[in-house]
């Protein structure tokens, strides 16, 4: 096991196409410090990860062959209490993506004010790869190298892409095992017969329909008159089309990595299969018209959801975006040359920190509810995710009232000033 410096952290300016998570979450640091009076020193150490895991994970292939992975955990801050943030298996996963993620984390949990820090690690492979026996060698090993740095009170993974509530099962059994007692609140999004929350699956959907709901409101639209554009219709996107549908509003087109329908009357939500529920059954669809996921993103709806893949609202296509509101699903699906072009064009962004942070915030509750030893009702969940969500809204919408700032900058905002003030209260040690 080793550690990298922050050093390796270190990034340069580059073209948007490129722009790694590490370069956005600094971006967005110095742009929120310029706005409140906070420490240099400060946002200095704000810069770097506290800490990065790097560590060798072997696994017996079935076919007898040993093969050695790469494993991340980049650990960015923990003055608000311990890290938090999912794990990934994924061919790209490297220690920078792992601490740019690992910033986004900490911004997330302090916009919704919940006692976290932000983390976030992964493993260099590929899980298509993998047989699911091996998948599970493997995250039984991955727990084991990172068992020194994880826990209920120091850092609690959860899943992200390339791993699920299965692979957080494995990673609880194996830490519990070696630690000699059932733990657990050392991973969040575990299926709910072993600690799991009900509600987390559809949490981070239903807070971006939430978002949207209360952003409607904000501008004076009527959410029975409002026409929405969902690109990735997955587990965020189907849940916040769904729920959208649900309250009034018209879902006009979503779309998997296939491509998109389009209704002009509104689609069924409930009818369209998502990705996972059916693979192909988005762009298998009868829907009166079909496009491609370009043209979903230009369509003139009033809400455009991106809620696939990071990087599709770019230079190249923001001058053709004809939404009126952008409400981020994904997590980074703008890029910093897009974000400028809305904000000259008057088309208010909700940034993803604050749109999709129900994931987090659900994950807190499974948090609460493991160590209390005690499940609560999804109707509880619900509850408390909606009021969590209007008070995190609330301190967004006042910072933009009061600075004239957008709602990202508002968000980045209120997220620095309780992590600096945290900092400054607490005092560098030694
Ligand atoms: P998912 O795999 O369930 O769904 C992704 C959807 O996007 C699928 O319909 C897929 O077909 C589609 N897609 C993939 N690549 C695409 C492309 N290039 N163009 C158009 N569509 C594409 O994933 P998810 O869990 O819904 O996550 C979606 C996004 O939301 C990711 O950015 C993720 O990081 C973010 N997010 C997820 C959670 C969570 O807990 N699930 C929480 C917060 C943020």
């Not at 990298?4 to 600094?26: G, I, N, P, V």
């Not at 493993?123 to 995250?139: H, Q």
């Not at 990673?171 to 733990?183: C, H, V, W």
């Not at 809400?303 to 939404?323: K, Q, R, S, Y």
Request: aromatic share 6%; hydrophobic share 40%; glycine share 8%.
């Amino acid at each position: 096991m080793s550690q990298l410096t922050s050093k390796d952290a270190d990034a340069t300016e580059t073209d948007e196409s490129s722009e790694s998570a590490l370069m956005t979450a600094r971006r967005q640091l110095k742009r929120a410090a310029a706005h409140i009076d906070v420490d240099d020193g400060v946002v200095e150490r704000l810069k770097h990860p506290t800490k990065v895991q790097r560590v060798s994970v072997p696994l017996k292939r079935d076919d007898g062959e040993l093969e050695v992975f790469t494993g991340f955990r980049a650990q960015h801050d923990d003055v608000r209490g311990p890290y938090k943030g999912g794990l990934r298996y994924h061919p790209e996963v490297n220690a920078e993506e792992c601490i740019g993620l690992s910033m986004w984390m900490t911004w997330k949990c302090a916009v919704m004010d919940l006692p976290f820090g932000g983390g976030k690690g992964g493993i260099a492979v590929d899980p298509k790869r993998l047989s699911n026996e091996e998948k599970e060698r493997l995250t039984r090993r991955f727990a084991e190298e990172l068992r020194d740095v994880v826990g209920p009170k120091q850092d609690v993974p959860a899943p992200d892409m390339g791993t699920d509530a299965q692979t957080m099962a494995w990673f609880m059994d194996a830490y519990s095992m070696q630690r000699g007692e059932t733990t657990p609140g050392v991973v969040t999004g575990k299926p709910p017969v072993i600690g799991g929350s009900y509600g987390r699956e559809e949490a981070p959907g239903r807070s971006v329909a939430i978002v949207t709901r209360e952003a409607i409101d904000y501008y004076d639209w009527n959410l029975d008159e409002t026409t929405v554009a969902v690109q990735g219709y997955g587990s965020v996107g189907a849940n916040a089309a769904r729920a959208l549908d649900e309250w009034g509003a018209d879902v006009l087109a979503v779309s998997d990595v296939d491509g998109a329908i389009f209704d002009p009357r509104g689609l069924d939500t409930k009818g369209v299969m998502a990705h996972d529920e059916r693979p192909g059954m988005v762009s298998g669809y009868e829907a009166p018209q079909q496009l491609s996921n370009e043209e979903l993103l230009e369509l003139d709806v009033d809400v455009l959801i991106p809620a696939a893949v990071g990087n599709v609202l770019t230079a190249n296509n923001a001058d053709d975006v004809e939404a009126d509101l952008i409400v981020e699903g994904a997590n980074g699906p703008t890029t910093f040359a897009a974000d400028s072009i809305f904000e000259r064009r008057d088309i208010p962004v909700i940034p993803d920190i604050l749109a999709n942070a129900g994931g987090v915030t659900v994950s807190y509750f499974e948090w609460l509810q493991d160590i209390n030893r005690r499940q609560w009702t999804l109707d509880r969940v619900n509850n408390e995710l909606e009021s969590e969500m209007l008070k995190a809204w609330s301190a967004v919408r006042d910072e933009v009232e009061t600075r004239g700032v957008t709602w990202r900058d508002a968000a980045y905002i209120v997220a620095l000033n309780r992590v600096a003030t945290a900092k400054g209260t607490r005092g560098l040690w030694p």
